[in-house]
């Protein structure tokens, strides 16, 4: 009977598991954080089209995406949309998600401050486990767990690649 209940547990506690964050604070043209309102839509997907889970911290006044490992080596997309009357304007931003930081993948990065601006975008990331090394952390709660999170701020540039 014990056998039983700890199998339970442990099932239970896998399936509900989040194997990667990414943390991302979207702000418009001049510095202002965006919130969750009426006229935003923030969703992300990866390559297959699931959707995937997005919360925000009122605290952080930040967005929260949990990662599951179903994820790992796949594109991600991130779409943040801006709807005022006739107006809408689209902000897709494409990474790469991976088991661990490096080889060009993130499965446990942070932007704090993702300057909104409609077009396509592709975030930098390294290649060389190395160049990991050298970026700054911070810390984020999500659920019960604590994790900690490359900035990768200062590689991002939001020019727009010519996506052919």
Same mark, same amino acid.
């Given at each position: 009977?014990?056998?039983?209940i700890?199998?339970?547990f442990? @099932?239970i @506690?896998? @399936?509900a598991?989040?194997?990667?964050?990414?943390?991302?604070?979207?702000t418009?043209?001049?510095?202002?954080?965006?919130?969750p309102?009426?006229?935003?839509k923030? @969703?992300a997907?990866?390559? +297959?089209?699931d959707?995937?889970p997005?919360?925000?911290? &009122?605290?952080?006044?930040?967005?929260?995406?949990a990662?599951p490992k &179903?994820?790992?080596n796949?594109?991600?997309?991130?779409?943040l949309?801006y709807?005022?009357g006739?107006?809408t304007g689209? =902000?897709n931003?494409?990474?790469k998600?991976?088991?661990?930081n490096?080889?060009?993948?993130c499965n446990?990065?942070?932007?704090?401050? =993702?300057?909104?601006?409609?077009?396509?975008? =592709?975030l930098?990331?390294?290649?060389?486990?190395?160049?990991?090394?050298f970026?700054?952390?911070?810390n984020?709660?999500?659920? +019960?767990?604590?994790?900690?999170?490359?900035?990768i701020?200062?590689l991002q540039n939001?020019?727009?690649?010519n996506?052919k």
């Open positions: 009977m014990r056998i039983l700890l199998f339970l442990f @099932s @506690s896998a @399936s598991q989040v194997d990667g964050i990414f943390y991302f604070a979207v418009d043209g001049v510095g202002n954080k965006i919130l309102s009426a006229y935003w923030v @969703s997907s990866i390559k +297959d089209g959707l995937l997005i919360q925000f911290s &009122e605290s952080d006044t930040a967005y929260i995406l990662l &179903e994820s790992f796949k594109l991600l997309q991130i779409q949309a709807s005022a006739s107006y689209i =902000m931003v494409y990474g998600i991976a088991d661990t490096g080889n060009g993948a446990t990065c942070a932007i704090t401050n =993702m300057e909104y601006r409609p077009g396509n975008f =592709m930098d990331l390294p290649y060389q486990q190395a160049s990991w090394d970026l700054d952390t911070i984020c709660a999500y659920g +019960d767990k604590n994790y900690t999170l490359k900035n701020s200062m939001w020019s727009e690649p996506l």
